[in-house]
């Protein structure tokens, strides 16, 4: 994959996680190399190997797994990576950013990189109105983070409000600008 851009595309357990899998899609299809690390809260909506056929690569999940080989791999994820994309990122994984905590290994490959990273939003209209979560993008987008706002739809409640993840191209807009 050498001369490939390399993206590193974090998911987190959103009802939305379907929607990454036309992300990995896409990017590869772009010619991007795109990896992606997945949260353990994650695994519980879609399993890992999903992710590896879509993108021809290893699928990163735990912080304590064994590593392949003898790299620390939330550091060579970080180095590796030209950009980091989390696509559906939940309020919990917003607030960890936020509050600088590294609990897993999305959380330090974020605290690790030198690339840009951009978060994409995705929950119920009232976990994103609120005023913690409100706090928490105004601080990460005070430090440079980017995120692409969610959109109105149907959300897993059943009722209409502002919490879907953002359409894919307007991702996939906001990832070629951030590159």
Same mark, same amino acid.
């Given at each position: ?9 974090? +998911?987190?357990?959103? #009802?939305?996680i379907y929607k990454a899998c036309e992300v990995v899609r896409r990017l590869g299809g772009q010619g991007f190399g795109?990896?992606? +690390? ?6 519980? /909506? #879609?399993?890992?190997i999903v992710f590896q056929s879509l993108s021809g690569n290893k699928v990163y999940r735990g912080l304590f797994n064994e590593p392949h080989g003898w790299e620390? !791999? ?8 030209? /950009? ?25 490959? +974020? ?37 692409? !706002?969610?959109?109105?739809?149907? /959300?897993?409640?059943?009722? +209409? ?6 359409? #894919?191209?307007? #991702? ?8």
């Amino acid at each position: 994959m050498a001369g490939k851009i390399n993206i590193i595309l974090g +998911v987190t357990a959103s #009802i939305a996680i379907y929607k990454a899998c036309e992300v990995v899609r896409r990017l590869g299809g772009q010619g991007f190399g795109v990896t992606v +690390v997945m949260t353990a809260e994650a695994e519980e /909506l #879609i399993k890992p190997i999903v992710f590896q056929s879509l993108s021809g690569n290893k699928v990163y999940r735990g912080l304590f797994n064994e590593p392949h080989g003898w790299e620390v !791999e939330h550091i060579s994820l970080a180095q590796k990576a030209d /950009l980091v994309l989390i696509a559906p990122a939940t309020a919990n994984i917003i607030a960890k950013i936020a509050g600088g905590i590294c609990d897993d290994l999305l959380t330090c490959v +974020v605290c690790a990189t030198k690339a840009a990273v951009v978060i994409c939003p995705a929950m119920n209209e009232n976990m994103y109105q609120n005023k913690i979560t409100q706090g928490n993008i105004k601080k990460l987008k005070s430090l440079g983070y980017k995120f692409v !706002e969610p959109i109105r739809g149907m /959300l897993v409640c059943g009722k +209409v409000g502002r919490g879907c993840l953002a359409d #894919i191209e307007t #991702i996939l807009k906001e990832v070629k600008k951030n590159l």
